[in-house]
């Protein structure tokens, strides 16, 4: 999930050195800069590599911590299947080290949150993934599937993180709840298999140029993708943990989606309604992961910047939950414990 782009100034350490003496030999000279270019919430980093009017991306991925070779591949099929996705120029698989094609600076965040125009923004995102979902099966077949078990462990990830970790919450309370996990895993897997980037949001789609950086959105951030549910990335992009939308114009967008999908030849549901189901719950199912995510980034990796979207995050589920007589029980333990015990740890918490 990485962060805005900075310009601050490359600080000294080993991997920087030994990652500087790669690009000269690759490059063929010395002769370039080296800055920041996005912080991430893995162990990678990102540097923006600059030598007069051209730049590129290289991407520091400790061997033993990061492995390359899911981004690779994965470059290599979003490059055959037509959108704006990084093009791996070189990788040195051994250090850890690889030179992509430079999308730009701009996130679609940084750029929604200045009044962007967001009609534009969301219709090339959706057209880019249904582009994704229809000319992809034969690569998403060959992507990790999307299956019980990982649901399962992603859902873990709520009660043992945020609500036993950060809020300290007895879990002999919640035990009631175990029932609607159980029924969003099953939801999802009912749902038609795609291609599926699973981090399909706001701070990792970069506002093109159609010229230097390429056509809009250029895509970053897709080495974890899998063969999964078909709502996933739509709700990774409407429902963002980042930036909230009023629900007249996220329905209008989801219906934007079923007809490009449905005309693209995508397995979409025979309804809107159907669709829309599927897209609230799967919602859920993304949103108790995200904030367990969230959580265990300051409890495990003294990372406290996304501690602020765990109100709009935990939002989106309490509202669909609302809607759902299935979804009942975790609503109702939302507003009895969870909000209340958040309301404790951070005054200023409101839900959206």
Known sequence: ???SPTDALVPTDARLA??????????????????PASADASFRRYFRVSRGDRSWIAMDAPPGKEDL????????????????????????????????????????????EEGGDADRLYGDAIAALVRIQAGGAK??????????????????????????RHLGLDPERALHVESVYEALV??????????????????????????RFGANPGILDFQDAVNGPLTYDLVSLLRDCY????????EGWVLDFFRSARDAGVPVPESEQALWRSFDLMGVQRHLKAIGIFARLWHRDGKPGYLK???RTLGYVKAVSARYPELAPLGEWIAADVEPALARIDPQARLE
């Open 1 to 3: 999930m990485p962060s």
């Open 18 to 35: 030994k990652l500087e003496t790669w690009l000269a030999n690759v490059l063929g000279t010395r002769d370039f800069e080296l800055r």
């Open 69 to 112: 070779a899911p981004y690779v591949r994965v470059a290599r099929m979003l490059e055959e299947i037509g959108v704006n996705a990084p093009r791996v120029l070189e990788c040195d698989e051994a250090q850890g080290f690889l030179l992509n094609t430079d999308l730009g600076s701009r996130t679609y965040l940084a750029e929604l």
């Open 139 to 164: 690569h998403a077949a060959l992507l990790p599937p999307y299956d019980a078990p990982l649901l399962r462990r992603e859902i873990a990830l709520f009660p043992e993180w945020f609500c036993e």
């Open 186 to 211: 099953v939801e999802a897997l009912r749902q038609p298999r795609v291609f599926v980037h699973r981090d399909y949001h706001s701070r990792n789609l970069m506002v093109g140029d159609g010229e």
């Open 243 to 250: 930036i909230a939308w009023p629900r007249e114009r996220v």
């Open 309 to 311: 979207d765990i109100p």
